[in-house]
């Protein structure tokens, strides 16, 4: 039998152990929550997309509902020209945006570190500002700057050019339309993360370049952008998983109409899952899209990595 002295030892020990695991692996207890957080939202609703995808999930036909199909709903989804369509429309949209405004971003970039009076700060202001607006807020003051009648958008271009402006938003350009709105409200995204990596180029190197008689594009082309290539690959995988995700600012502008000509994935699975009523459906073009575009990025990843991004 244990005596009361052994007792106190046996606890003191177990708690001195568990003092030691907890200043061992104190990282991992402070990641634990977030982890555990992160496998309830996203490895359940996920085991149960997939669920969806191999059972019948019509709502219309609920006598049939939760069978087992197997792979009907994918053949069923990914059958339809609609779906090739949204396919298509998300492409476009994807890389025309993300080509926009890594460009311009860029570009702004380094015209205001190129400034050198106190302009600067109200450049960084102004640039910044247009990614304060919500996605829906910013569709609708889209849908009022672009009416036909009362948009003064539409009224600049016929008082300044002798043309008459396109239907933006009812029109052949309504995905444009949606890439250029896009385009004004994340280009401050990239604005921002070149304009650090511009101000942290070592000016060694540019002054160096510059007594060695090299003109600007060369300084560019051969010291500052390959310096700033990995945080350039970063920004552009974060806008390029961002802008495949899409939806809010869409929906709420066009519709993804009119007809299918703005519809992108992300509405076509809200389309054929919460209108059309066919759950199964639905999740069969998510998983597929998902999948996609995990290897995609997984390629983009392997190709060029991460290699400098943390020096």
Known sequence: MATETETTLGT??????????????????????????LVVVTFFPGAYNIYLGLTNWDLTNPATTGTFIGLDNFASAWGRGSTWVSVRNTFVFVFGSLALQTTLGFVLAALVAGVTNGMKTVYRIGFILPMAAAPVALATMGQIMLNQELGIIPYLIETVLPVSSPAF????????????????????????????????????????????????????????????????????????????????????????????????????????????????????????????????????IIKVGFEGVWD
């Open 12 to 37: 003191r020990g177990y708690r001195k152990r568990l003092t030691e695991l907890w200043q061992e692996y104190l990282p991992v207890w402070f990641m634990l929550p977030m982890a555990l957080f």
């Open 169 to 300: 938003l009812s029109g052949q350009y309504s995905l444009l339309t949606v890439i250029l709105v896009d385009t004004w409200n994340w280009t401050p995204f990239m604005f921002i993360v070149f304009y650090a990596g511009l101000t942290s180029v070592p000016t060694d190197l540019k002054e160096a370049a510059k007594v060695d008689g090299a003109p600007l594009w060369r300084i560019y082309a051969h010291i500052i952008i390959p310096y700033m290539k990995p945080l350039i690959f970063v920004a552009v995988l974060i806008r390029m998983i961002d802008l495949f995700r899409e939806f809010g600012m869409i929906y709420s502008l066009t519709g993804g109409g009119p007809g299918t000509s703005s519809r992108v994935l992300s509405i076509q699975v809200f389309e054929m899952g919460f209108i059309g009523s066919n759950l199964g459906t639905a999740a069969a073009v998510s998983i597929v899209y998902l999948v996609f575009v995990i290897a995609l990025c997984t390629i983009a």
